[in-house]
């Protein structure tokens, strides 16, 4: 991913206002960020726990997107997979995150969601940077096959939510 400036970033956000959008806390000084370590920049609001957001290249241009992460379940009995990376985790530490469709559909309060990785670490853990809890199934894909995966369940959740725009 190329490099973004706070600028860039703010400015990316199709699913809320420009207000909510300057009132994002981002995760670290954009100089900070390991941007060739990167297939999209995800992060929770540690201001507000249940907000993330989304930013990536899409289609020939930045796209970020505002979010809502469903509280955690205690249970960490049973897993689940990020829909995103692939990666089975204990069932708290996937996160149902949801975020208004861009457009018409999103003022109209239509939201789309997807469980991902609570931390939404998902290029660390494709990397292997990041370790799950939970034992792994054995893949025979590449790495480079892995994030090519990721950044194609990327871009279809971030099309459906462009759908009406």
């Given at each position: 991913m190329d490099p973004l400036g706070q600028d860039e970033i703010r400015a990316s956000?199709?699913?809320?206002?420009?207000?909510?959008?300057?009132?994002?806390?981002?995760p670290a000084r954009p100089e900070e960020i390991p941007w060739?370590?990167?297939?999209?920049?995800?992060?929770?609001?540690?201001?507000?726990?249940?907000?993330a957001y989304l930013v990536l290249p899409f289609g020939g241009e930045v796209i970020g997107l505002a979010l809502r992460a469903a509280p955690a379940p205690k249970s960490r009995l049973r897993s689940?997979?990020?829909?995103?990376?692939?990666?089975?985790?204990?069932?708290?530490?996937?996160t149902l995150f949801s975020g208004k469709r861009a457009g018409k559909l999103g003022r109209e309060g239509n939201t789309l969601g997807i469980y991902a990785c609570g931390n939404l670490g998902c290029c660390q853990y494709v990397r292997g940077e990041l370790k799950s809890?939970?034992?792994q199934?054995?893949?025979?894909?590449?790495?480079?096959?892995?994030?090519?995966?990721?950044?194609?369940k990327l871009h279809k959740f971030v099309a459906r939510v462009l759908e009406s725009r």
């Open positions: 956000f199709v699913n809320c206002t420009r207000g909510e959008a300057k009132g994002v806390t981002l060739a370590k990167r297939e999209f920049l995800g992060w929770r609001d540690p201001k507000a726990p249940g907000r689940n997979i990020c829909g995103f990376c692939t990666t089975t985790h204990g069932l708290a530490d996937v809890d939970v034992p199934p054995f893949e025979t894909l590449t790495l480079e096959e892995r994030l090519a995966r990721l950044e194609e």
